[in-house]
């Protein structure tokens, strides 16, 4: 008699994704794939198209407009999001009265001060665009040089090399007169003392002690005041003609260099502030300065070659002023903490974008999910 094994005791193999093109556009992008593939780890953020990382930074702020839309629902998902860091700040009298504020004044009552975007009309690649191409902000300029700009610049490195050779014969004269010694580094004790075993507490890691008190901070009279302020420089006059999609891609075009993690990072840090701290009230009047804002400070903060000031803020539609305004009142509505390592972007894609897809898909309306949030404003407008 021979034994037969049970069917159920037999492990099934893995899903392994096979080969497959790169997608070429967002229309290509189905999110019910993409969803299989994050939850199946056959998508990270190492194995991520530029294209997907801005379907999906997208989808991000689509979902939270939707979602704020409904102050019921929004309430429901942020405490379901606030209660897997152990926080429940629902029975706190503060936070009820914080709340209170965020909901009312903010939501409502800031008014739009900032002039609409203007963009300027481009040349598609692959023609030359020498007025945006992608260099280093101290070594190279995107500026024509000129005879004038270069007598100038001669004359700018003259006088730098006789203050260099001043200075160090100034050094050379102390150093020989006091005879002082410089700093010495054990090099022997530094490499004895070095270890290779993972940090235990890296800086790139969630804390959960940190993030509750940036939650109690951000629930500060003071600090909501701040935000206050901080929030009318994002608002705009009159909805963009672009769709969120299409301002994406013409960032994605004009702004080639801008890597995958930047458009993860940003997509991260939006639903931070807008469901978490809940200290953005994100619609469609000012989520295009926030996807510049947050984009900008991504990239300066993760890569090392990126786009003139000049040149982004003319693919934005906003005067390099205004630029600079918007990042700075996006690092102090993130207080500064930009750093997220890559443990927490996935977590973002395996955990918070897969909850933000599901929670928004049971309780709106099929056919409401696949429009553009902005698009649709700008039609009712």
């Known amino acids: ?7 159920s005791d037999i492990p099934l193999k893995p899903p392994q994704e096979t080969f497959v093109d790169d997608p070429e556009s967002l229309d290509e992008i189905f999110i019910d794939d993409l969803i299989f593939d994050l939850q199946h780890g056959l998508k990270n953020i190492n194995k991520l198209h530029v294209y997907h990382a801005i379907f999906i930074l997208s989808k991000s702020l689509q979902y939270i407009i939707r979602l704020q ?20 700040l629902s029975r706190n009298n503060e936070y009820r009265e914080f709340t209170k504020v965020s909901s009312d ?8 001060l900032s002039p609409p975007l203007k963009f300027a009309k481009l040349s598609q690649p692959p023609y030359p ?15 024509e040089a000129t005879p004038d700009s270069l007598e100038t610049q001669e004359q700018e490195q003259r006088e730098n090399e006789k203050n260099d050779d001043s200075s160090i014969r100034d050094a050379d004269d102390n150093e020989s007169d006091e005879n002082i010694e410089g700093p010495y580094i054990p090099i ?15 800086i790139t890691d969630l804390d959960l002690v940190k993030f509750k008190q940036e939650v109690l901070y951000n629930q500060d009279a003071k600090r909501i005041e701040q935000n206050q302020h901080l929030l009318k420089i994002f608002n705009l006059v009159k909805v963009p003609p672009l769709s969120i999609d299409q301002f994406l ?29 809940d200290i953005i009230p994100l619609s469609a009047m000012n989520v295009y300065r926030f996807i510049l804002a947050s984009i900008r400070c991504s990239t300066k903060k993760l890569e090392d ?11 934005g539609g ?29 977590n973002y894609l395996t955990d918070e974008f897969l909850e933000l897809h599901k929670f928004v898909k049971e309780n709106f309306e099929e056919e409401n999910l696949e429009k553009d949030i902005s698009k649709e404003e700008s039609f009712e407008s």
């Open 305 to 315: 070659v990126y786009q003139k000031q000049k040149s982004f803020a003319t693919v």
């Open 129 to 143: 665009i020498t007025a945006f191409k992608e260099t280093t902000p101290d070594s190279l300029s995107n500026e």
């Open 1 to 7: 008699m021979t034994y037969v094994k049970d069917l």
């Open 318 to 346: 906003v005067s390099p002023k205004d630029l600079y305004r918007l990042e700075v009142g996006f690092l102090y509505l993130c207080n500064f903490k930009l750093v997220i390592g890559e443990v927490n972007l996935n």
């Open 105 to 112: 004044s903010v939501r409502s009552n800031t008014p739009p």
């Open 69 to 88: 839309s409904d102050p019921v629902l929004f309430a429901q998902f942020k405490n379901q999001q606030l209660a897997k860091y152990k926080l429940d």
């Open 249 to 277: 891609l013409r960032i994605k075009t004009y702004s080639s260099s801008i890597s995958v993690s930047a458009y993860i990072h940003s997509a991260s840090m939006m639903f931070k502030l807008c469901i978490l701290l």
């Open 188 to 202: 022997e004790e530094l490499v004895d003392g070095a270890t290779f075993e993972p940090v235990a507490n890296p």
